[in-house]
Each structure stands twice: as structure tokens, then as C-alpha cells.
């Protein structure tokens, strides 16, 4: 049988390899961007992957599934359970989880914390009306059924596995019924025809895997552990300077699946009812540093992270419209060995071109995604046993090739690569 890592390193992909992935709506989610990293990374030699800034692990449940070992990492705690559902769990049968699947979508609906801040009716006219005047994001029918459902949760899982599992299911069924335009510091003020739905738990789409999949709650910095490729996709923040405060803060923007996965019944507060540990930046863990207003601090925590990172490769996203200026970030990069660098338009999400209070932010110009491959440092046994798999669409093969001896990487195609083979060093000169 074919092993996992040996088809990542001598065939270049694994037999279980797949672009489809699940999670929930977020922004700055790589979802379409994976196929591009897959073009990039396929013809490295690496068998263990980090995923530093893992948010929906779409990317880490592509990692898992081309046959890499994945360390998902994310500060979020909603990222932690995605994490453990779809790259710690690797058994696709889990005896017994439809079963309370079904028992929780059979719950007699409660009144509870979550029906008291989140839950509101229909006007009559469409529009959402509640006792304290708030907008909502869910009709009150759907947050008795989560007040039932995530107590129960607690009580019928096995183990923190399944655990996460029966909570992945749950966010996921949320998702398609909440009234927002895909982040939680606004809700909508009539009913969008999706809120109206029941929401229904249904199985997450279970990952098998025969790799070491690690998945951990930190500041990406901080991981000290060896990987062949480093993947960091940390918060854009925004270069507009008319609206430099109105940004994507994660702790923010996603407050309600912190609340749904810690089921701590934290104090609420403003139009939308958030945590209040992440109502104002200057919270203790508010915002992320890579959040921060100040363009010295983002850029020089970017600078240590690809810097402290112990990896051979670094693949890394930006846009041109974060805070960093792209020419910053190809100064930091031209210091190791420029392999790749991508620039493609990216579809914006509808809510960034909005403020928290709806208006128009202004800035519709054109959005550019970056990917920057570069190899940092040689591998530890440099030379010796790894071979680039050459050319992309072969056949799959069960059977095991010789190894062969490679010199360097099967430099990028030009049309991938915006700065033809010079690379950033060669645009810098
Ligand atoms: C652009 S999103 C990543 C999206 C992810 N690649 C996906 O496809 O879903 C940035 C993520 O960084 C996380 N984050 C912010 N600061 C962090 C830090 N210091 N360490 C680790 N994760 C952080 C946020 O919680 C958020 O999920």
C-alpha cells in the first residue's frame, strides 16, 4: 500500500488529494486560492506542512488531504475545534455520530443565553424586530434549538474529538441560516430569506489520513517546531487611511462562534451583542498584532515571524490592500531565495466594502491576492534523498519509483510567476 509521504515525496501528490474542502463563511478565506497553492508547493520536497494561521482550515484540510503531516494553528478557539474535526480526526466511519446527529436535531427547543442576545422576529414586514431593539442574526426559532443543542453537546460527547465534530457540525448549520453579510459586528435589518430556514445538523465532511496531524491555539510566533514548509496567511489589516480602524479583527468579526464553541455565557455588549472581551482594542488579546493601526508594528511582527520561523520553505498570502506595503514585504523575502512570487485578482468580499454601520467604504479599486514561495533555509540532510516530482496531471501510480538525486527545484513557470525567473532580487536591482 501506498504510504501518504511517499507519494508527497516521490510522486509529488497522494492518492487522496482534493481541492474540495468545508467550513464557514470568513473572511479572507483561501478557499479558491487553494488550487494556486497547490501549483506552487507540489513539486517541493516536503512532507511536514504548518498552517499558522489556519482560520477555517480549508487550506489545512487540503494539506491533509494531498498526503503532507499538517501542524493547523490558529489563536482562535472556533479554529482549534475546525482543526480537530477535520485534521485530528482521521477514523471517516465514527460509529454512533449520526445517530447523535440526529438525536441533536431532535431536541425539544429551550430558551437559554443564546435565545436572550441572538434571537428576534420577523416585523411583519420582514424586518427584525427584538425586545431590546437590537438587530439579530437569527430568528428566535433557531436560537431555541441552539440553546437545546450546545448544552447538549457537552453531555453526549465522548471525547474532545468528538466533541469538536458535533460542533463543527452545528457552526456549520448556523452559518446557513444567519442573517449577516458573513461577519458578526453587524447584523442585517431584514430578514435574508436563508435566516428563515430551520437549521439542520448534518455530518462534517470527515478527512481520513495516515500523516501526524497536530493542531494547536497559539500565536504563530511562537511555534518553535521544525516544518518543511511554513504557510502564513495572518490578518491583511487595511492600508486605507480614510478608514484605518475599519478592519477585519477576527476576535471580532467572528465573536459568536467563540461564544457557540466556549459556551461560557460571557457579558455582551454594543448593537451586536459582542463578547465584551473583544469589544475595544485596548482588551488584552482584542485584536491580533498583525491587526494593529500602527504600520511600523505590523510590519516588523511579519519581519519576525518569516524571520524565527524554523522552515525550509515559506509560502506566504498578502494583498495590496493590506497594511504592509507589497514592496516591504519583497524587501523582507528578497533575503532568502525567491522560488515564486503570484499576484491574481481576487474576488472581495461584499463586506469590505462596507463599515460596521453599513456605508460604503470608498475604496473600490482593484484587489490583488500575493503568494510568495521562497526557500529559507537547506534541508537538514541537504541533497541526499529528495527529488522534485517533475511536471504537473501525471497519472497516479501505486507503484514505488527509484529514488533519484536532484540538484535544485524545477524553477517556477514563467506565466506563474509575475517577475519572470530574476525573481523579487531581480526586480530590486
Ligand atoms: C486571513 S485569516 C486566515 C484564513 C485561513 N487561511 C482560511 O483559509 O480560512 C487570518 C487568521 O489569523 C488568525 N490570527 C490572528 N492573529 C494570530 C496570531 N498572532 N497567531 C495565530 N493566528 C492568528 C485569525 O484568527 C484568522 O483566523
Redesign the pocket.
Known amino acids: 500500500m501506498l504510504r501518504n509521504d511517499q507519494s508527497v515525496l516521490e510522486l509529488g501528490f497522494s492518492p487522496r488529494l482534493s481541492f474540495e474542502t468545508e467550513?464557514v463563511r470568513?473572511?479572507?478565506?483561501?478557499?479558491s486560492v487553494i488550487p494556486k497553492i497547490h501549483e506552487l508547493i507540489h513539486v517541493l520536497p516536503i512532507r511536514s506542512v504548518l498552517?499558522?494561521?489556519?482560520?477555517?482550515?480549508?487550506?489545512s484540510q487540503y494539506f491533509k488531504s494531498a498526503g503532507y503531516d499538517v501542524h493547523c494553528?490558529?489563536?482562535?478557539a472556533y479554529?482549534t475545534v475546525f482543526g480537530r474535526c477535520y485534521l485530528e480526526n482521521c477514523d471517516v466511519e465514527r460509529p454512533g455520530l449520526d445517530e447523535k446527529i440526529k438525536f441533536l436535531n431532535h431536541l425539544k427547543p429551550v430558551d437559554g443565553y443564546f435565545t436572550a442576545h441572538f434571537g428576534g422576529e420577523d416585523d411583519g414586514a420582514g424586518l427584525v424586530k427584538a425586545a431590546d431593539g437590537k438587530k439579530k442574526p437569527f430568528l428566535l426559532k433557531n436560537t431555541r434549538k441552539l440553546d437545546a443543542v450546545r448544552d447538549q453537546i457537552d453531555k453526549i460527547a465522548e471525547d474532545k474529538i468528538e466533541h469538536a465534530i458535533l460542533l463543527t457540525s452545528l457552526i456549520n448549520a448556523l452559518d446557513q441560516v444567519e442573517n449577516t453579510l458573513g461577519h458578526q459586528v453587524a447584523y442585517l435589518s431584514k430578514w435574508a430569506p436563508r435566516a428563515y430556514s430551520d437549521f439542520v445538523l448534518r455530518r462534517p465532511r470527515l478527512l481520513a489520513g495516515d500523516g501526524s496531524y497536530r493542531v494547536t491555539r497559539?500565536?504563530?510566533?511562537k511555534i518553535s517546531d521544525r516544518c518543511d514548509l511554513a504557510y502564513f496567511?495572518?490578518?491583511?489589516n487595511t492600508n486605507n487611511t480614510h478608514t484605518p480602524t475599519t478592519r477585519v479583527r477576527?476576535?471580532s468579526y467572528y465573536h459568536f462562534w467563540t461564544t457557540v464553541v466556549l459556551n461560557d455565557r460571557p457579558q455582551s455588549v454594543g448593537a451586536s451583542n459582542r463578547r465584551l472581551d473583544c469589544s475595544s482594542d485596548t482588551l488584552p488579546g482584542a485584536i491580533?498584532?498583525?491587526?494593529s493601526t500602527k504600520y511600523e508594528q505590523v510590519l516588523e511582527e511579519i519581519d519576525q515571524l518569516i524571520s524565527g520561523v524554523d522552515a525550509r520553505y515559506i509560502l506566504f498570502?498578502y494583498s495590496n490592500k493590506g497594511k504592509v506595503g507589497i514592496e516591504d514585504l519583497e524587501k523582507l523575502f528578497a533575503r532568502y531565495k525567491v522560488l515564486a512570487v503570484e499576484k491574481f485578482s481576487h474576488r472581495e468580499n461584499v463586506q469590505k466594502l462596507l463599515t460596521s454601520n453599513r456605508e460604503w467604504l470608498g475604496d473600490q479599486s482593484a484587489n490583488f491576492e500575493y503568494l510568495f514561495l521562497v526557500e529559507k533555509s537547506l534541508p537538514r540532510s541537504a541533497g541526499t534523498d529528495f527529488c522534485v516530482s517533475q511536471g504537473r496531471g501525471r497519472k497516479m501510480t501505486a507503484a514505488r519509483p527509484e529514488k533519484q538525486k536532484c540538484e535544485s527545484i524545477i524553477p517556477m513557470p514563467p506565466p506563474l510567476n509575475i517577475y519572470g525567473n530574476r525573481g523579487i532580487r531581480g526586480l530590486l536591482k
Open positions: 467550513g470568513y473572511s479572507g478565506s483561501k478557499r498552517d499558522a494561521f489556519a482560520g477555517t482550515t480549508r487550506v494553528n490558529d489563536i482562535a479554529s497559539m500565536d504563530a510566533r496567511d495572518p490578518p491583511y477576527y476576535a491580533s498584532k498583525y491587526e498570502s
